[in-house]
């Protein structure tokens, strides 16, 4: 029944820490195997041998817990909040010249209203963590001219559609209807040439 015992998939660095000291407990002790003491705690048997090469060499303070040595969170969630007033209000009331707001922008925002460096290829992915979607803007030709755009769907198109209609007959597809003896094409294998 041991084999069926639940096992969270994360461990805090305390829940890890005191992981190691009951293995390290168990091997003092010297009454369980180290495979046995691996199976009671749920890690590999090499992480035991690694973990008694430890105690031997250093001690029970080897085996505690190291701090994280990972960034610090950049901003908390105050400041998400905060930031996220800071956009409602505006490119232009956040002294931008426009009101488009671009990740340079917002990188700029943030460092200067937090002292918080962003590069802005990298802040997409936690601006969407805290809910802000991340728009595109549509490329569009300076040259394009929504009013003739709009009228050429009435006037030119219907133009083109009854030319080609009036220049193929009633087949507007091209293709010839199915005569008599089949599907008007030629038979496949070896008498088709």
Not at 1 to 6: A, D, P, Q, T, Y
Not at 71 to 85: F, N, S, T, V
Not at 150 to 158: E, N, Q, S
Request: aromatic fraction near 6%.
């Amino acid at each position: 029944m041991e084999g069926n015992v639940w096992r969270p998939t994360h461990l805090t660095s305390e829940q890890m820490e005191e992981r190691r000291l009951v293995a390290a407990m168990l091997l003092r002790e010297g009454q369980l195997s180290q495979a046995e003491i691996a199976r009671h705690v749920g890690v590999s048997r090499a992480s035991v041998c690694r973990w008694a090469a430890t105690l031997a060499q250093k001690g029970p303070h080897g085996l505690a817990a190291r701090p994280s040595l990972g960034p610090p969170a950049r901003l908390d969630e105050k400041a998400w909040a905060r930031l996220g007033r800071l956009l409602d209000r505006g490119a232009m009331a956040a002294g931008f010249a426009t009101e488009r707001w671009t990740l340079t922008r917002i990188a700029a925002l943030i460092e200067r209203e937090f002292g918080v460096h962003y590069h802005p290829r990298y802040l997409e992915r936690p601006l969407k963590a805290h809910g802000f979607s991340v728009q595109r803007p549509a490329t569009r030709a300076r040259e394009r001219d929504e009013l003739v755009i709009a009228v050429w769907p009435k006037r030119d198109w219907v133009a083109l559609k009854k030319r080609h209609v009036e220049s193929t007959g009633r087949w507007s597809s091209g293709t010839r209807p199915a005569t008599a003896s089949g599907s008007g094409r030629a038979r496949p294998g070896r008498g088709a040439g």
